[in-house]
C-alpha cells in the first residue's frame, strides 16, 4: 500500500480528532463573523414583525433535548421578538421526552427579562398524546384537548386563554421543530385552517421544506444553527447560536478540507497505479 | 379495453373540472356534503380506481413490468454473503412505532427477509423500540419461519426490545454491530438523526448495508453510507417486490398509473400558467 | 376468525375516517366521528404510553431475573424508570422535590442527565459525517462529481467565512456574480426543492397504496400472515 492509499483509507481516529479540534478552538479564541440573512429567514422576521402588537402568537417546542444546539436559539430569540412586541404567547408541544419542562424553562427565563406575568401574556399548554388528534383538535376547541395547562391550572382560570378558543384566535403558528411535525402543521392546520406558520427547523431537515415556503405553505423558515443566529441578529436578541457559528465554519471547512485530502489522494493514487502499470 | 378506459378517465377529469369549480364557489356551512373538497374525493376514486383495476388485470394473469431496484435484488446476495461468513443478519424496522406506515412497510420486508434467512439458516437479529413493534415483529418472523418449516430454528429472541428512546436505541445497536459484527445490515422504516450513527458504525464493522426510508432527510447520510438505498415509495413497493406476488404487484402499478396523471397534471399545468390561464386550473387542487 | 377480523376492524376504522372527511361536521354525524375518534385516541394514545412503561419493565425485570448477558444495564435502566417517574407523580404540594416543575427531582435528572447525554449523542453525527463524506465524496464518476461539488458549495455557502469566500470568487473571477445567492435560488430553491417534492409526492402515494392495501386486506405482512 502506497502513501496516497494510505491517505485515501485515513483511520476515522484522525478525522474525529481534526474535528474535535475545530470545534474546541473557538471556545479558546472566540471568533465573531458577519451573518448573511437568507430571504427565508428574513421573510419570516417580517412576518412575525408585522403583525400588530398584542396578536396571540401559538409557539410550539416541538424538538428533542438532543437538538437543543440548533432550535433552542430559534424559539429563545422568538420569544425576545414576541414578548418585545407586546404578543400573547401560547406554547405547547408535541414531544413527550422533556418538551414541556423545555417549553417552561425557557419561556419563564424570556419573560422574567420583560416582566411577563404568566396566565395574561403567556401560558404553556404542555403535551398531549397523539399529536394528530391535538392539531386537528385545537381547530376546533383548544380547551378540548388541553383542559388544563401543564400546570394543571384549568384553562377557564387563565386570562389570556379566554379569548384563545382555536385556530382562528391565533394571527400566527411558530412551529420550532426537529422532526416531521412541521409537514403535518402545514396539512392539517395550515391548509385546513388557513392560520399562517412559519418554522425554525434542523438544518438536516431545511431542504425538505424550501417546497413549502416556496408553495407559500411556510411563511419564512429558519434552518439550523444558522437560521437560529440570522434570527438573533434580525431580532437583536443576540445569543447561543451567533456564538456557535465560530465551531460551525471551522467544523464545515476541516470537513471541505478532508474531502479535498480524500479526492486528491483517490486521484494520485489512480495515476501512481497508472504510471506502474505501464 | 385500456383505450375506453382512457377516454372515461379523460371524460371524468374533464367533468371534474367543470364541477368542481361550479361547486367549490357554492359550499356553505348548510351543506352536508363538503364539495370544497371534491377534488379529494374524485383523487381518491382514480386512485382506488388505478389499484383495484392492475389487481384485477394481475388476478387474470396479465404479465405486469416492474424494473429492477438494485437493493432489494442484493437482499438475497447480502444473506448469502452473511451465510458463507457465518455472522448474522441485522434487520431494523425503523424506529418509529407500529401505527407509522414506514415501520408497517419494514415489518412487512422483515417477514420477506425472515423467510431467506430461515431458508438458508442464516442467524437473524432484529432489535426495535417499540413494544408494539416487537410483538408484531416476532409475529412476523415465527410464521415466516413456519412456512419454510423451520419452526424449530425459530427463537423468540431473534425480535428483541433493546430500548425505547431513540439515542439509547442507537447505543445498544451499535454496540451490537461492533460487538457481533453481522455480516449484513438491514435499515427499512422510518429513522431520524441516528441514520448515519448506524450506518456509520455498520460500515465500521465491516457489514454490506443495504436501507430503505421514506424519509429524504435521511436518504443523503444512508447513500453516503450504505452499499444500496431505496429511495421513497420504492420502501413502499419492497414488500410487493420482494413476495412477486400478483395482487401485490398490481396495487404496484396502480400507483404508479396515478403517478403518471400526477405528471401529466403537472406539465398542463406549467403550460397553462405559463400562458397566463393556469388560475383556475390551480384552484382545482385548493387543498381544504 | 385470527385473520378475518383484524382485516374487517382495518377495513373498517380507515373507510370510517375516509367517509368521514368528506362530510360536514355541523350537519351530519359522519362529519364528527371523525373529531369524536381524534379525541378517543387521544385518550388511548395516553394509555399506550402506559403501555409502553409496563413492556420496558416487564423486558428489563425479566432480563434482570434471569441473570441474562449486560443484566446490570437492565438493572440501571429500571431504577432509572422509577426514580424519575415515581418522585415526578407526587404531588407537588407534599415537597417541592416531587412533581415535574423547576427544582424537582425529575427536573433536576431531565436537565442534568438526560439532556446532555442526548445532546451528547446528537454531536456524535458531526464526526460521524465528517468520516462519512471523507469515504463518500470521491468524483468516482460525473454523477458523484456533481454531487461532491454540490455538497462543498452548500457547506461553504452556510457558513460566514463561506459566504464571503464566495462573494470574493464571484467578484475576482466571475465578473462579479453573486455566488450565495445563486446558491440559495438555483440549488436550494432549484434542483433540491424540486427534488425533495418529487420524493414528496411518490413517498405519498406509496404510502397511500400501501394503506389501502392494508384497508382491502391485501397487504396482511404486518399481522404476520403472508
Redesign the interface.
Known amino acids: 500500500m502506497n502513501f496516497w492509499d494510505k491517505l485515501g483509507t485515513?483511520d476515522?481516529r484522525w478525522?474525529?480528532l481534526?474535528?474535535?479540534l475545530s470545534?474546541i478552538f473557538p471556545l479558546i479564541v472566540p471568533m465573531s463573523?458577519?451573518?448573511?440573512i437568507?430571504?427565508e429567514a428574513r421573510q419570516l422576521f417580517e412576518a412575525v414583525d408585522a403583525l400588530p402588537d398584542s396578536s396571540v402568537v401559538m409557539l410550539t417546542f416541538d424538538y428533542?433535548?438532543?437538538?437543543?444546539?440548533e432550535t433552542e436559539p430559534m424559539a429563545t430569540a422568538a420569544l425576545h421578538h414576541l414578548f418585545r412586541k407586546d404578543c400573547k404567547v401560547v406554547t405547547m408541544t408535541t414531544i413527550?421526552?422533556?418538551g414541556?419542562?423545555m417549553a417552561?424553562?425557557v419561556t419563564?427565563t424570556v419573560a422574567r427579562k420583560y416582566n411577563k406575568v404568566y396566565g395574561t401574556d403567556f401560558v404553556n399548554l404542555g403535551y398531549?398524546?397523539?399529536w394528530?388528534?391535538?392539531l386537528?383538535?385545537m381547530g376546533?376547541s383548544i380547551e378540548?384537548?388541553y383542559p388544563a395547562d401543564n400546570?394543571g391550572t384549568r384553562l377557564s382560570e387563565l386570562p389570556l386563554m379566554a379569548t384563545v378558543k382555536n385556530y382562528d384566535d391565533v394571527s400566527f403558528i411558530f412551529v420550532v421543530a426537529?422532526?416531521?411535525i412541521v409537514q403535518n402543521w402545514v396539512?392539517i392546520v395550515n391548509?385546513?385552517y388557513g392560520t399562517p406558520i412559519g418554522a425554525g427547523v434542523t438544518?438536516?431537515?431545511a431542504?425538505?421544506y424550501?417546497?413549502f415556503v416556496?408553495s407559500g405553505q411556510l411563511t419564512g423558515l429558519l434552518g439550523?444553527m444558522?437560521g437560529a443566529a440570522e434570527y438573533e441578529l434580525l431580532a437583536d436578541a443576540r445569543g447561543l447560536a451567533e456564538k456557535g457559528?465560530g465551531m460551525?465554519?471551522l467544523?464545515?471547512?476541516?470537513?471541505?478540507l478532508?474531502?479535498i485530502?480524500?479526492?486528491i489522494a483517490?486521484?494520485a493514487g489512480r495515476w501512481s497505479k497508472k504510471g506502474k502499470v505501464k | 379495453m385500456l383505450k375506453h378506459l382512457k377516454i372515461r378517465f379523460l371524460l371524468t377529469f374533464l367533468l371534474t373540472f367543470v364541477a368542481d369549480y361550479q361547486l367549490a364557489a357554492a359550499q356553505t356551512s348548510d351543506d352536508i356534503f363538503r364539495v370544497d373538497r371534491i377534488n379529494a374525493l374524485i383523487t381518491f376514486v382514480l386512485f382506488s380506481i388505478a389499484i383495484l383495476l392492475y389487481i384485477k388485470w394481475a388476478k387474470e394473469g396479465k404479465p405486469l413490468f416492474i424494473r429492477k431496484i438494485a437493493g432489494l435484488d442484493a437482499v438475497e446476495e447480502a444473506v448469502g454473503r452473511a451465510t458463507e461468513m457465518g455472522k448474522p443478519v441485522l434487520f431494523i424496522p425503523g424506529i418509529q412505532e407500529i401505527d407509522d406506515i414506514e415501520t408497517i412497510a419494514g415489518i412487512s420486508i422483515l417477514g420477506r427477509v425472515a423467510k431467506i434467512t430461515a431458508q438458508y439458516d442464516t442467524p437473524l437479529v432484529v432489535p426495535v423500540r417499540y413494544p408494539m413493534v416487537l410483538a408484531a415483529g416476532q409475529e412476523v418472523v415465527e410464521q415466516a419461519y413456519i412456512e419454510m418449516g423451520k419452526r424449530d430454528s425459530y427463537n423468540r429472541d431473534i425480535v428483541r426490545y433493546v430500548a425505547g428512546?431513540?439515542?439509547a436505541f442507537t447505543a445498544t445497536v451499535n454496540g451490537m454491530m461492533m460487538r457481533d459484527r453481522p455480516a449484513a445490515n438491514i435499515y427499512m422504516g422510518a429513522f431520524?438523526?441516528e441514520s448515519l450513527l448506524l450506518a456509520e458504525t455498520g460500515n465500521?464493522a465491516g457489514s454490506i448495508q443495504i436501507a430503505g426510508t421514506a424519509?429524504?432527510?435521511?436518504l443523503p447520510f444512508f447513500i453516503a453510507a450504505c452499499d444500496y438505498t431505496l429511495m421513497g415509495e420504492e420502501l413502499y413497493a419492497a414488500s410487493a417486490y420482494l413476495s412477486h406476488e400478483p395482487l401485490m404487484l398490481g396495487g404496484l402499478k396502480g400507483q404508479d398509473l396515478m403517478k403518471v396523471l400526477i405528471v401529466v397534471l403537472i406539465i398542463v399545468g406549467i403550460i397553462l400558467m405559463t400562458l397566463g390561464f393556469g388560475d383556475a386550473f390551480r384552484n382545482l387542487f385548493e387543498?381544504? | 376468525m385470527r385473520t378475518i377480523v383484524p382485516v374487517i376492524v382495518a377495513f373498517l376504522a380507515g373507510f370510517v375516517m375516509i367517509v368521514s372527511f368528506f362530510f360536514n361536521p355541523e350537519r351530519t354525524f359522519f362529519g364528527r366521528i371523525?373529531?369524536e375518534v381524534?379525541?378517543w385516541?387521544?385518550i388511548?394514545?395516553?394509555f399506550?404510553?402506559l403501555l409502553g412503561v409496563v413492556s420496558i419493565t416487564r423486558v428489563n425485570w425479566h432480563a434482570v431475573r434471569t441473570k441474562k448477558e449486560g443484566w446490570v444495564y437492565n438493572l440501571f435502566t429500571l431504577l432509572s424508570i422509577f426514580v424519575m417517574a415515581i418522585p415526578a407523580m407526587l404531588p407537588v404540594s407534599w415537597s417541592q422535590l416531587f412533581g415535574?416543575?423547576?427544582g424537582s427531582i425529575y427536573?433536576w435528572l431531565?436537565?442534568h442527565v438526560?439532556?446532555p447525554m442526548?445532546?451528547t449523542?446528537?454531536?456524535m453525527l458531526?464526526?460521524y459525517?465528517?468520516?462519512a463524506?471523507?469515504?463518500a465524496?470521491?468524483?468516482?464518476n460525473p454523477e458523484a462529481t456533481l454531487l461532491?461539488v454540490t455538497?462543498?458549495l452548500v457547506?461553504?455557502w452556510?457558513?460566514?467565512?463561506?459566504?464571503?469566500f464566495l462573494i470574493r470568487v464571484g467578484d475576482t473571477l466571475l465578473f462579479g456574480y453573486n455566488l450565495?445567492e445563486s446558491i440559495?435560488t438555483y440549488i436550494?430553491?432549484g434542483a433540491?426543492?424540486a427534488v425533495?417534492?418529487g420524493i414528496?409526492i411518490g413517498a405519498a402515494l406509496g404510502a397511500a397504496s400501501m394503506s389501502l392495501r392494508i384497508m382491502l386486506g391485501i397487504e396482511r405482512t404486518y399481522m404476520g400472515k403472508g
Do not use: W
Open positions: 485515513l476515522r478525522i474525529y481534526l474535528v474535535a470545534v463573523f458577519k451573518i448573511s437568507t430571504p428533542y433535548p438532543s437538538t437543543v444546539a413527550p421526552l422533556g414541556p419542562s417552561e424553562r419563564r398531549k398524546a397523539n394528530v388528534a391535538v386537528k383538535g376546533t378540548a384537548i400546570s426537529d422532526n416531521d396539512s391548509a385546513q438544518a438536516v431537515g431542504p425538505k424550501y417546497a416556496g439550523g444558522k457559528m460551525q465554519s467544523a464545515h471547512l476541516v470537513i471541505i478532508m474531502v485530502v480524500g479526492n483517490f486521484f | 428512546e431513540q439515542f431520524f438523526a465500521a424519509r429524504p432527510e435521511q387543498a381544504v | 371523525e373529531s381524534l379525541v385516541v387521544t388511548v394514545g395516553g399506550t404510553l415535574d416543575t423547576e427536573d431531565f436537565f438526560d439532556y442526548m445532546a449523542m446528537f454531536a458531526a464526526f459525517i465528517a468520516s463524506a471523507y469515504r465524496f470521491r468524483a468516482r461532491l455538497a462543498t457547506m461553504l452556510r457558513i460566514p467565512m463561506g459566504e464571503a450565495p440559495n436550494m430553491n433540491n426543492l425533495q417534492r414528496l
